[in-house]
């Protein structure tokens, strides 16, 4: 089946870098976009960042664009959100996700936590 798996959370001081990783597997990785979302406390779930499936196009939210970068490396069946500079607005739950047959599979989300 099915199976995304984020690591790579954790608490980081302001300015700070963090690298999200999420292995996929049940599915042929490198024919879907991969995705990453995240939540905030008492947000909606947002679209951060995406990739495409061969040719790595990417699109970023505008809160993010210049400070992360989607990756995707399809030999190891991960994607990688690298983010750089990060800010105490950038607290949230982050998810991986794709979608297949129109139907939206997620992990179970890392912690990112910005704060001094």
């Known amino acids: 089946q099915v199976q995304l798996v984020e690591s790579g959370g954790g608490l980081v001081q302001p300015g700070g870098s963090l690298r999200l990783s999420c292995a996929a597997s049940g599915f042929f990785f490198s024919y879907y976009a991969m995705n990453w979302y995240r939540q905030a406390p008492g947000k909606e779930r947002e679209l951060v960042a995406t990739t495409s499936r061969r040719d790595g196009i990417t699109n970023y939210a505008d809160s993010v664009k210049g400070r992360f970068t989607i990756s995707r490396d399809n030999a190891k069946n991960t994607v990688y959100l690298q983010m750089n500079s990060l800010k105490p607005e950038d607290t949230a739950v982050y998810y991986c996700?794709?979608?297949?047959?129109?139907?939206?599979?997620w992990g179970q989300g890392t912690q990112v936590t910005v704060s001094s």
């Open positions: 996700n794709t979608q297949i047959s129109l139907y939206n599979y």
